[in-house]
DNA sequence: CTGAAAGCGCTAACAG
DNA sequence: CTGTTAGCGCTTTCAG
């Protein structure tokens, strides 16, 4: 495009570095030339050419520490594949990220690990305990950018989130519950981890909230507290299952995939079954007739949007327009593996 | 990255001038050095920054002509918004895109001014017609790169096509219907364009093709041509659900929505009910439980890739790496929308 | 066929 | 507080 810095520059009688400093918001403009050079900027419409800033920043070091589960956890690994991606894409800079898997360690080696690492921007998800809250707000308060994916940490000064939103997914496992047992007077059984995790909650109201505007017909018969284990849960299931002998549906808004299996197959019988994410048990479940929805978290966009946001944050300065940012909830069938 | 154009030149005892000719495969290079460069530029893993080649093109303009129906079909509209989007993200170019809308013009008209476009790239959704295919014929043939988008053409050297896989999305609309009418013998209506159209044939031997492999229990009652009007798309789906007592679901594979919804609610009854696409008629339709599901082909995808792709063809001379790219199809319920 | 030099738009370091 | 200058990595003249 033909307005450059220099076009900046010459309408407001200013030096190409003193229209740099304005935009940058750098200190050391007088007010009165940075209004002058704010309307010049206005006047011509100038944008930066990101290509030129890009060229001349790349000497520059980034480095960002990414904070998570680890590769042991299918979902984190998707997860992870976005973060490389998002790297790759930013090849053509000095970008490099740090990891520090958390799984398997305990919550103090963790927090060791995060109050030494040396970065200029941390993404982190971990659970939300007043442990770790601190732990992140120590970084925040360093000016330390942080954002928070695929759990969200209250009450510690991040830049943003960027995950699922829980409770729209909870509300469309209730449409494929409605779209499942049309019309008919039906009891559904709800599978979930602990409803004292916020997370969880989340789909359990969306799903029970969606349900009562608009399919009467269903009834919630049971909700199951399984701590995501496979004992709990298979024995949960089991056990609400034979107690009651006229079950339709089963929503799994969390616990664990394998134990749900199990009960279900035992009991000889087909539900309606809507599940949450992707794993090769939930293929073979959904390719079986088992399961004949899945709800879809895209993780690799947890993974990805976070990296992208955080460069943005430290090459340009631009903060996160939005203080969430949802990832898509996809509906799958067999048809879609 | 430290490995420059510099480094490599270096390493192979040329200029940069010269490594430029090697990596970007232009003439007046002596075989030799050319072996030479790309030895070094092999041992040091040398990949083009291209911040820097994106800054020193900024100069050049790149125009790319988008042939399609224009804004008043209410997709292409949705497809405009992605074609406008890749434009906006190329703004650090001197980047064009020059429109020929055809909806509303005679087939001659929108020929002569494809033939007299001057335009370095040129994508294109439009019948696969021997005139259309002539005409693309002969822009191809002027070393012209062309894409074809929503509706490939054939035979006619396009570089690749970007659209919805349309098998694909009949086979989706299967598995819906299976879980919409969970083991009970059913039949159902499939409401087609015309099954000439090849694009028309292809939802439909998706759709049955899938069903055939498990669903026993859903039987095609029939396959009503509509010509996609209203006129013959109400009088179709009327007279077949009338004739029928028994049908249970309705696949809209192509026809008219409001001639469909228009026989639908004269019917009185509700049908397990799968369309495609997604309009404010097909948006209430689901809120009010018309249509259970309808299956949306990313229209906003089917302009931006074709603009990127034309880009990357033009400015690095990358051709893409498909002959095919599909867009996403993506299942929506009322709670999507 | 090849090298040297200019310059794309921007930032950063140094003078003043 | 502001101007000047030197590149970032690449392409493109223009000489030779």
Same mark, same amino acid.
């Given at each position: 495009?033909?307005?450059s810095?220099?076009?900046?520059a010459?309408?407001? #009688? ?9 935009? %940058?918001?750098k200190?050391?403009v007088?007010?009165e030339t ?7 900027v206005?006047?011509?419409g100038?944008s930066?050419?990101?290509?030129g ?6 000497? @520059? ?6 904070v998570? !589960? #680890?590769?042991?956890v299918?979902f984190f690994?998707d997860?992870?594949?976005? /973060?490389e991606a ?5 090849g053509d800079f000095?970008?490099y990220? $740090?990891?520090?898997f958390?799984?398997?360690k305990?919550s103090e080696s963790?927090i =060791?690990?995060?109050?030494n690492?040396s970065?200029q921007?941390?993404?982190i998800?971990?659970e939300?305990? !007043?442990i *770790?809250? &601190?732990?992140? @707000?120590?970084v ?5 950018p ?10 510690c +000064?991040?830049l943003c989130?960027?995950g699922? %939103?829980?409770?729209k997914?909870?509300r469309?496992a209730?449409?494929?519950m409605?779209?499942?047992?049309r019309?008919?007077?039906? @009891?559904v /059984?709800i599978v979930? +981890?602990?409803?004292?995790?916020q997370?969880?909650?989340a789909r /359990?109201? #969306?799903?029970?909230d969606?349900?009562g505007?608009?399919a009467?017909n269903?009834? /919630?018969?049971?909700?199951l507290e399984t701590?995501?284990?496979?004992? @709990?849960?298979?024995?949960?299931l089991?056990?609400s299952?034979? +107690?009651?002998?006229?079950?339709k +549906? *089963?929503?799994l808004?969390s616990?664990?995939?394998n134990? =749900?299996?199990?009960a ?5 019988k087909?539900y309606?079954?809507?599940?949450n $994410? ?5 293929? &073979? ?5 088992i399961?004949?929805f899945?709800i ?5 966009e947890q993974g990805y949007?976070p ?11 631009i903060? !996160?327009?939005?203080t969430?940012?949802?990832t898509?909830?996809?509906i799958?069938t067999?048809e879609?593996?």
């Amino acid at each position: 495009m033909k307005i450059s810095q220099q076009a900046v520059a010459d309408l407001a #009688g200013v030096s190409r570095g003193t229209v740099d400093r304005v935009i %940058n918001n750098k200190p050391n403009v007088k007010p009165e030339t940075r209004e002058r050079v704010l309307a010049a900027v206005e006047k011509l419409g100038y944008s930066p050419n990101s290509n030129g800033r890009a060229l001349a920043l790349c000497k @520059k070091q980034f480095t960002v520490t990414a904070v998570c !589960p #680890g590769p042991e956890v299918p979902f984190f690994s998707d997860v992870l594949a976005g /973060i490389e991606a998002a790297k790759n894409e930013l090849g053509d800079f000095n970008f490099y990220v $740090d990891y520090i898997f958390t799984y398997g360690k305990t919550s103090e080696s963790v927090i =060791a690990e995060i109050d030494n690492a040396s970065t200029q921007a941390v993404m982190i998800a971990a659970e939300d305990t !007043p442990i *770790i809250q &601190k732990t992140v @707000k120590k970084v925040t308060s360093r000016k330390i950018p942080v954002i928070t994916f695929n759990s969200d940490i209250s009450k510690c +000064g991040r830049l943003c989130f960027v995950g699922q %939103n829980l409770y729209k997914s909870g509300r469309i496992a209730a449409s494929l519950m409605q779209n499942l047992l049309r019309g008919e007077k039906a @009891k559904v /059984i709800i599978v979930a +981890g602990s409803q004292r995790f916020q997370a969880h909650k989340a789909r /359990i109201d #969306g799903f029970i909230d969606a349900l009562g505007e608009y399919a009467a017909n269903i009834r /919630i018969a049971d909700v199951l507290e399984t701590n995501d284990e496979y004992e @709990k849960t298979y024995h949960a299931l089991s056990d609400s299952l034979s +107690g009651h002998s006229d079950i339709k +549906g *089963i929503y799994l808004a969390s616990g664990h995939i394998n134990g =749900a299996l199990e009960a279900i197959l035992e009991s000889g019988k087909k539900y309606a079954a809507v599940a949450n $994410d992707l794993s090769p048990a939930i293929e &073979k479940a959904l390719k079986d007739d088992i399961f004949d929805f899945t709800i879809y978290q895209n993780p690799f966009e947890q993974g990805y949007k976070p990296v992208m946001l955080l460069f943005d944050y430290l090459l340009k300065g631009i903060k !996160p327009s939005q203080t969430i940012y949802y990832t898509d909830n996809t509906i799958i069938t067999k048809e879609m593996i």
